[in-house]
């Protein structure tokens, strides 16, 4: 058993004390988990509700819905927050498509592969702030990274633009006409943007969901 192994088995133990220096101690023995394998001394302690490790063995999906209790489910639903991985989403994949055109002006190149960055970027935010397992998350994160790696397409061109009429960029926007846009868009596609968009909406669906992991911790006492 490793020491932190230790340290979650003795924070179940009603057993217990919290020294300010040094840790969990035993209230019996005044000392540190030192046992290998099972403590003598231990007392589950009815106040401590079990929860997951987030960096250990992570399930997928599936093994979320087939070995975590319903109850737990429920509560991991609870916390749950649509709206602000919505919102924080859509914050995330408009800079990174700013900074797409940005860099693939400044460099004189629509680089594609910026696309990758954003769909993970899209993605992780929503993980962070949604905390969701429902597939509403990883759709939402699918379709925000799918919408921004557009964005960032159009202020490439946008730019380019620019540059070629000697125009600024917001006169450009305010100038250009956008029944062209699609065909301008469709004549600057490559078949490597094809597979750049199709893993940058593959990375926000996947990483759009919360990662939970077998490993049972403490989690807040119950109230």
């Known amino acids: 058993m490793t020491r932190e192994e230790q340290l979650v088995f003795c924070k179940k133990c009603i057993n217990r004390r919290l020294d300010s220096k040094q840790g969990f101690l035993c209230a019996l023995t005044g000392e540190k988990a030192d046992f290998e394998k099972e403590c003598a001394h231990f007392q589950a302690d009815p106040n401590v509700d079990v929860a997951l490790f987030p960096e250990e063995e992570v399930l997928t999906r599936k093994e979320i819905k087939a070995k975590l209790p319903v109850e737990v489910m429920e509560k991991l ?3 749950q927050r649509l709206f602000s991985a919505l919102l924080t989403g859509l914050i995330v994949g408009v800079i990174g498509a700013i900074l797409w055109g940005i860099i693939s002006v ?3 190149y629509q680089i594609g ?3 990758l960055a954003i769909g993970a970027a899209v993605g992780l935010s929503i993980r962070l702030v949604g905390r969701g397992l429902d597939n509403v998350f990883g759709f939402m994160g699918a379709g925000i990274a799918f919408f921004s790696v557009l964005l960032g397409n159009f202020f490439t061109i946008i730019g380019f633009l620019a540059n070629t009429f000697e125009l600024g960029y917001w006169e450009m926007l305010g100038n250009i006409n956008y029944q062209y846009l699609p065909d301008l868009m469709i004549e600057t596609f490559s ?3 094809l597979l750049f968009y199709g893993i940058a909406v593959y990375e926000g669906y996947r990483f759009s969901f919360r990662v939970i992991s077998s490993q049972p911790i403490i ?3 119950k109230s």
């Open 77 to 79: 639903r609870l916390e």
């Open 106 to 108: 400044a460099t004189g």
């Open 113 to 115: 592969y910026m696309a």
């Open 191 to 193: 078949p490597f943007d």
């Open 219 to 221: 989690a807040n006492p």
